[in-house]
């Protein structure tokens, strides 16, 4: 069992429709068709909402991703109509707010992996595959692969694991040529986000995109190359054999596995508040990510 520690309610906006909350995210419609998308400050670790919130994160995710859309716009269109606030919208939600083209989304989480860790890393032990992929013998946690993977999963509902699966499976889901463009586009945007992070003094370990449909052109949706959805490790600390520092929720997850938080991860039971500490510690990395990849300050 896991989810939301508390679902919040979410806020009636005159105009708009709400259509669904997610682990970070609200989604809503307006009159003319197009969806809002409002990122929240809520923080997930181990398939469970949090009860603590992040400061500034919705802001953070919503931002890095406008500047990554900018940074991809010749490879890929982007959802992104207008960053202007409904009206009568609470002023809480300016600059984590995006009005958004309605898409045919296509129900496959789109992952690119240039190195080897997490799930990837728990099926390679076992298989010395990725997604049904071989990979050579002797790859370790952090281990930079040959050449970037495309290892697509499953969407799963909030509280569920998304599940990796092989690309023939994709290509039984959504057809061979709906997943070959899939797998290209995926490979050519991380082969740039790649590029630009390694200049930045980032490795891009992996990172997932979602994709919809415009009529007939792929589109890229939701949010994009940020510690939501990627693994960014600081480059010169990179060493592999062991887990790597990186800007995300680490120190969350780190919190929540040690002894002080007293919580049990099998167990059924929610996990407890974030101290402080490490909430401004995680806080911290989010900014620093935006700073580090963007080059501007957050302010």
């Known amino acids: 069992m896991s989810g939301f520690v508390e679902k919040p309610e979410p806020i009636q906006v005159p105009g708009l429709v709400h259509l669904h909350t997610g682990k970070v995210r609200e989604l809503y419609q307006n009159e003319a068709g197009d969806l809002v998308m ?36 010749d490879l890929v269109p982007n959802h992104v109509v207008s960053t202007d606030l409904p009206a009568g919208a609470p002023a809480d939600w300016a600059g984590r707010t995006l009005l958004c083209k309605s898409l045919r989304m ?6 690119a992996r240039g190195y080897l860790t997490g799930s ?21 946690d952090g281990s930079e692969l040959p050449a970037p993977i495309f290892t697509p999963a499953t969407k799963a509902e909030v509280g569920e694991h998304d599940e990796n699966v092989t690309y023939e499976e ?15 586009t995926t490979l050519a945007v991380y082969h740039r986000a790649r ?16 994709f919809g449909f415009d009529g007939e052109t792929l589109v890229l949706a939701d949010e994009v190359l940020t ?25 969350v997850r780190d919190w929540l596995t040690s002894a002080e938080s007293g919580w049990d991860r099998k167990s059924e ?16 990395k989010y900014v620093e990510a935006y700073e580090r990849l963007t080059g501007m300050s957050w302010s």
């Not at 603590?52 to 919503?62: A, S």
């Not at 990837?120 to 370790?140: F, K």
């Open 38 to 73: 409002v990122a929240s400050d809520r923080m997930s670790a181990y398939d469970w909402v949090l009860p603590t919130e992040i400061p500034d994160k919705g802001r953070v995710l919503t931002q890095l991703s406008l500047w990554w859309f900018d940074q991809l716009a």
């Open 106 to 111: 296509v129900p496959v989480e789109c992952v």
């Open 120 to 140: 990837g890393l728990v099926e390679y032990n076992e298989s010395r595959t990725v997604c049904g992929l071989a990979l050579p013998e002797g790859l370790v």
């Open 170 to 184: 994709v290509a039984r889901q959504v057809g061979a040529d709906t997943a070959a463009q899939l797998r290209q």
């Open 195 to 210: 590029d630009i992070a390694r200049e930045r003094g980032i490795i891009l370990a992996d990172t997932k995109f979602e």
């Open 227 to 251: 510690p939501d959805s990627s693994r960014f490790w600081p480059a010169d600390q990179w060493q592999p054999g062991r887990a790597q520092p990186s800007y995300d929720k680490q120190f």
């Open 269 to 284: 039971q929610p996990p407890p508040p974030l101290p402080q500490e490490v909430v401004d510690a995680t806080r911290s």
